[in-house]
């Protein structure tokens, strides 16, 4: 064999190896992209390069690979599930306090699947790779529950938090594809003897009430309807006749009578 055919065989053993090599990195960075999501371009926004992101996503898998990640039963699920309610119900006279039991739910019901929970940035991460769809939403209300320890958050900044928990609760719970029997977050008490919360405003004065007012004017009861669109006509109702004084009329201006035509004289 010459020397020409073994340099042509290791040229083309090379390219091989090379087509071969970006190919399964291609497989691999699109199955990242399909199971991390938003989380991917997080990763690699984060890293150095695109390749040491990759390798960090895929580390996360072979950890919770290795992890006895297992389904809630049947029984257990639908218990955390009245717990949570409960939790929420709280936020009516205790927001701060019902977001921090929701924090404390869901760490409890991570530990019951299987999930670490003693690290809270390998808590994200373990989360990520079988939740990736929620994960961002986890992050939010974590910032958010933080602000709440810290006395710093607002009743809106405590809803979304409750929102966002609510969301990655009922992911580890397998709800995420099933109707919630309850997905709205109660408003506070009000916080003031006039029943108006803090912040709001008072409501306008009542404009509708007795038949035939509105407000402190009046009108007949059978005045234009709330719902009537604008091309309603107003006619045939009984308002009360109103009259109107006599116009008086100037009186005539004297004028003489015009003089009779004089006859055609003939010629």
Not at 4 to 17: H, K, P
Not at 84 to 107: R, Y
Not at 201 to 220: H, S, V
């Amino acid at each position: 064999m010459s020397s020409g055919t073994i340099v042509a065989i290791i040229i083309v053993v090379v390219v091989v190896a090379a087509v071969v090599i970006a190919g399964t990195l291609a497989m691999r960075r699109r199955r990242l992209q399909q199971r991390f999501g938003p989380e991917y371009d997080r990763a690699v926004e984060r890293a150095d390069s695109r390749h040491e992101a990759e390798a960090e996503l895929a580390e996360r898998e072979k950890r919770v690979r290795g992890l006895d990640i297992r389904p809630l039963d049947p029984a257990v699920r639908d218990r955390y599930a009245s717990q949570w309610t409960a939790v929420q119900e709280q936020f009516v006279d205790n927001p701060a306090h019902s977001v921090t039991s929701a924090q404390a739910l869901i760490t409890t019901v991570m530990a019951e699947r299987g999930y670490p929970t003693e690290d809270p940035s390998q808590i994200e991460a373990d989360l990520s790779v079988e939740h990736a769809a929620t994960i961002d939403q986890f992050r939010t209300a974590q910032e958010l529950s933080g602000r709440a320890a810290d006395g710093t958050a607002s009743t809106e900044d405590l809803r979304l938090a409750m929102v966002h928990y609510r969301t990655l609760f009922r992911d580890l719970l397998g709800e995420t594809g099933r109707p919630a029997a309850d997905t709205t977050v109660p408003d506070p008490v009000p916080d003031t003897a006039e029943g108006i919360p803090a912040g709001a405003t008072a409501p306008e004065p009542e404009t509708t009430g007795k038949a035939g007012t509105i407000g402190t004017d009046t009108m007949p009861a059978n005045s234009v309807p709330a719902d009537a669109g604008p091309d309603y006509a107003v006619q045939d109702f009984d308002y009360p006749a109103t009259e109107e004084p006599a116009r008086e009329t100037a009186p005539a201006a004297d004028t003489e009578p015009a003089p009779a035509a004089r006859p055609a004289r003939r010629r």
